[in-house]
């Protein structure tokens, strides 16, 4: 697959809380690194996403006594998933892998900053409609289609793709720079979605 002027690199979450020893782990999830490295050089722009919640952040099951991690509560901007602490800012569970070349990268969205909603989806929190600026910026520079990789598959690059296609990108997941969570199999589901939304699915641009 070719790279043209207008496309850009979106880097979800590659950071040490989900990377093996990490506080919320994605199997193999550091093996993301080189191929995401040398990815980056071949686009013309790069975007990171940086999960970065507050102590005590609403989406982590200790802030809700009685609920385990990876369990499921009713928020009121619906169902949330529930996780161990991690990406707390200013951590260095939170920061990006020290492997990961992040010097070309034009901009670091950061989300889940609010304590009471989290935000998979590098354009809009999780009630799927308070936006984070992403899109804005990436038309107003005129960038048009979207390749995503990261951390993890399931979820946060999942959630992006989506909303990227809902928000009219041509999207693409490379799928050789992604791991994931599969929760209850979470990992099927997401793959089938995104199939459904008109999200490209490709091993390595090759
Ligand atoms: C993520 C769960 C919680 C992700 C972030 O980056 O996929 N998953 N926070
Ligand atoms: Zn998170």
């Known amino acids: 697959m070719q790279v043209r002027d207008d496309d850009v690199l979106l880097i979800i979450d590659v950071q040490n809380d989900f990377c093996p020893g990490g506080a919320l782990a994605v199997a193999d ?12 050089d071949r686009f013309g722009h790069v975007v990171l996403t940086q999960d970065w919640h507050p102590p005590a952040h609403s989406s982590f099951a200790s802030s809700h006594p009685g609920s385990a991690p990876f369990g499921t509560i009713t928020m009121p901007y619906g169902q949330q998933t529930l996780w161990p ?8 569970g939170a920061a990006f892998h020290p492997q990961l070349k992040t010097d070309r990268a034009e901009l670091v ?15 809009y ?15 107003e ?12 598959t399931d979820f946060c690059v999942f959630y992006s793709a989506a909303d990227a ?24 589901a997401a793959w089938t979605e995104m199939a459904a939304a008109g999200v490209q699915r490709v091993d390595n641009l090759g």
């Open 29 to 40: 999830g550091d093996a993301v690194v080189p191929v995401i490295n040398s990815l980056a």
């Open 85 to 92: 602490d991690h990406c707390v800012q200013g951590t260095q």
């Open 165 to 188: 296609r809902r928000l009219g990108f041509d999207t693409v997941v490379i799928e050789a720079g992604c791991r994931a969570i599969d929760l209850a199999g979470s990992l099927d």
């Open 141 to 152: 520079r005129g960038l048009k289609r979207i390749f995503l990789a990261g951390l993890a």
């Open 125 to 139: 929190e999780n009630d799927r409609r308070t936006p984070t600026g992403l899109a804005g910026y990436l038309r």
């Open 109 to 123: 969205i950061r989300k889940g900053f609010r304590g009471e909603i989290d935000s998979y989806s590098a354009f």
